[in-house]
């Protein structure tokens, strides 16, 4: 298997079960609890340029960060965001 380095759920093909939860887990947050899409967009740029990204998989933590990003209160465990 070749890992994706850089690579979000988006842009994984076969990832697209996850990547709906992503979706409905976003839907399900209040406003206050969700970052807005500006920062949630901006968070996964920095994901997409770090060297820990496999497979849309933070390899400090092992989250899926599209799925961490979600939170206005998250945090990068590399401190990066």
């Given at each position: 298997?070749?890992?994706?380095?850089?690579?979000?759920?988006?842009?994984?093909?076969?990832?697209?079960?996850?990547?709906?939860?992503?979706?409905?887990?976003r839907k399900m947050m209040s406003e206050t609890?969700?970052?807005?899409?500006?920062?949630?967009?901006?968070?996964?740029?920095?994901?997409?340029?770090?060297?820990?990204?496999?497979?849309?998989?933070?390899?400090?933590?092992?989250?899926?960060?599209?799925?961490?990003?979600?939170?206005r209160t998250a945090h990068c465990p590399g401190?990066?965001?």
């Amino acid at each position: 298997m070749n890992h994706c380095r850089q690579c979000l759920l988006r842009d994984l093909a076969d990832q697209a079960d996850v990547l709906a939860q992503v979706a409905r887990t976003r839907k399900m947050m209040s406003e206050t609890e969700r970052a807005s899409d500006a920062v949630y967009e901006k968070r996964l740029e920095v994901c997409r340029a770090c060297d820990r990204l496999l497979d849309a998989t933070c390899q400090k933590c092992g989250c899926y960060v599209e799925i961490r990003a979600l939170a206005r209160t998250a945090h990068c465990p590399g401190k990066k965001w």
